[in-house]
């Protein structure tokens, strides 16, 4: 099996310029097969790192993927805000454990604005059961600081001590900007994988005092208040876009749901952030599982190709096969010698594609971060990913085997005689 192998390296390397063109193609192929698959993979465990330990999520009445979608990943908006005395009475309620509160709707050069209080930093937890942590700072404890995310500081060249000025909207561009109550940083988040990384986080009394003298969501002329008369307003927040909450006990999250789904002042929805993930991979599955099955084409494709080359060699080698049969090769030899050459081919594009993918995640990850808020983490290969693996060689073993079986049947006389 050595010596065929060897025999098998040894004649791709002579042809190596047609070899090279259909490893390629396949390194391509299976590149972006596998590709699709870890990004797949990565995009999913990044949504189920963005939050845990919170039971439930309650907002405006709406659907679960919509309030999910917003209230944690920050993508969308709210159709309504909740009332601040509907948030106290539920926060207060004595199966509640803590609640974290959500005020959003500014930003800042593209970034989120959240406005929320320190139970925020002290009760949110992602990965599994791992807290926020301070690169540098601390959290926000004036009415005009801001505690960034690290991706928000490191792609604007943010430091503790400077100065930024939020805006009124969640678009890259604001022509509303909230230019008399500029905010300090005074503090930088660790890095976490989530859109926490991507937000600016302020007080909920931060997110009243710069919308003071506005109405309808524009400001009035001549309504507009200096930080010294806004810290001396009053500035309890009167709506948050949303809230979350952690239980006392795990067991009463369906009978807190209930309650809070069936609340008679305002119509609200209290949502499982685990159930609502589950619906959103149902609903992106098909797409998924689409993009899974265009990348399994480009592989047949390359496959095909690599079988059309050894069948385009066939002629060109009767010469070589015959030359082996003379010298003692069998039938059985020759067909194993272009079966190990498709073998080879499908191993080392294999292993080359998902080399390019793991060199193309590692050097692509900040790009990932910063534009899509997804986390790709270079590992080990998953099952799912080796048994792609495998898959692609027995089919380059499979594609080969045509060509092989030709050659199988070609006699000694066909290949020394001179074809007219």
Known sequence: MTALLQLAAKSLWNRRFTAGLALLSITISVALLVGVEKVRSEARNSFTQTIAGTDLIVGARSGSIQLLLYSVFRIGDATANVSWDSYQRISSHPLVAWAIPLSLGDSHRGYRVVGTTDTYFEQLRYGGDRALEMASGAWFDDLFEATVGAEVARSLGYSVGDAITLAHGTGNYSFVQHDEMPFTISGI???????????????????????????????????????EAARAAELEPRAITA???????RAAVFQVQRAINAYPDEPLTAILPGIALQELWSLVGIAENALLVIAAFVVFAGLAGMMTMLLASLSERRREMAIL????????????????????????????????????????????????????????????????????VAGSACAGAIPAWRAYRLSLADGLSIRT
Do not use: C, K, N
């Open 325 to 392: 049969r003379s010298v003692g090769a069998r039938p059985i030899h020759v067909f194993g010698l272009l079966t190990a050459e498709s073998t080879l081919l499908g191993l080392v594009g294999a292993l080359a594609g998902f080399a390019l993918v793991y060199g193309a995640m590692v050097a692509g990850a900040p790009l990932a971060q910063a534009s899509f808020g997804i986390h790709l983490t270079p590992s080990a290969p998953s099952a799912r990913e080796l048994a792609l693996l495998a898959a692609v």
């Open 243 to 249: 809230f979350l909450l952690g239980l006392e006990s």
């Open 189 to 227: 988040l660790a890095p976490t994988g989530t859109p926490v990384d991507q937000s600016i986080h302020v007080s909920l009394q931060a997110i009243e005092a710069i919308h003071l003298g506005w109405q309808s969501g524009m400001p009035l002329p001549g309504q507009e208040l200096s930080p």
